[in-house]
């Protein structure tokens, strides 16, 4: 079965670049997505298809993918962007998340 | 503005079936535009996608989760359903109901979840 890694932890300084890797098997050749979940929420759509906002997502949010490696960037990283952040692929007619990234803003 | 509501019994026992149902407000199933999904978190832990439902019936499951999984829908109501079966302490999570996204587009399939349910704790045990 597919899958998709993801580092459990990131740190970031307020104002600086926050980067989340999410890594698999040709992801570059799928679409890649992110969610963003806060504790006792649930999760909210911050970047599909790759690199694409959804309306009322800032801007500071970006995403990428090619290769092996999709990247989901925060410029200009603000208190509130502490959450936990999943990507999400499909494959093979499934769902697959990756792990889960608790990033932390410092 | 689309909302989705998931409802259903937050206990229950080893080796019975799961089910719950999630109400969707602001749209219609039956517009045949958009998929329905559910997704479960165990507390602490990341997202697992249990499976989804087209208005038309067309279902896929969590190949980890078939055996035991059905979804249904009721376009009447404008509700679709989720029962587990034989459940375990290992199933007792948090489940989320949510309206998906999906279709082609520069030849690759595209497929997300755009507006998620609340959730509803469901706890297993004796």
């Known amino acids: 079965s597919y899958e998709l890694t993801q580092p459990p932890s990131v740190s970031v300084s307020p104002g600086q670049t926050a980067s989340i890797t999410c890594s698999g098997d040709k992801l570059g050749a799928k679409y890649a997505y992110w969610y963003l979940q806060k504790p006792g929420q649930s999760p909210v759509l911050v970047i599909y298809?790759?690199?694409q906002r959804p309306s009322g997502i800032p801007e500071r949010f970006s995403g990428s993918n090619s290769g092996n490696t999709a990247t989901l960037t925060i410029s200009g990283t603000q208190a509130m962007d502490e959450a936990d952040y999943y990507c999400?692929?499909?494959?093979?007619?499934?769902?697959?998340f990756g792990g889960g990234t608790k990033l932390t803003v410092l | 503005q689309v909302q989705l509501q998931e409802s259903g019994p937050g206990l229950v026992k080893p080796s019975q079936t799961l089910s719950l149902t999630c109400t969707v407000s602001g749209a219609s199933i039956s517009s045949g535009v958009y998929y329905w999904s559910w997704i479960r978190q165990p507390a602490g832990k990341g997202l697992e996608w249990i499976g989804r439902?087209?208005?038309?019936?067309?279902?896929n499951y969590n190949p980890s989760l078939k055996s035991r999984v059905t979804i249904s829908v009721d376009t009447s109501k404008d509700q679709f359903s989720l029962k587990l079966s034989s459940v375990t302490a290992a199933d007792t999570a948090v489940y989320y109901c949510?309206?998906?996204?999906?279709?082609?587009?520069?030849?690759?399939?595209?497929?997300?979840?755009?507006?998620w349910g609340k959730g509803t704790t469901v706890t297993v045990s004796s």
């Open positions: 298809q790759d690199n």
């Open positions: 949510a309206r998906a996204v999906g279709g082609m587009r520069n030849n690759y399939y595209y497929y997300y979840m755009d507006v």
């Open positions: 439902i087209y208005s038309s019936g067309s279902i």
């Open positions: 999400q692929a499909w494959d093979s007619s499934t769902v697959v």
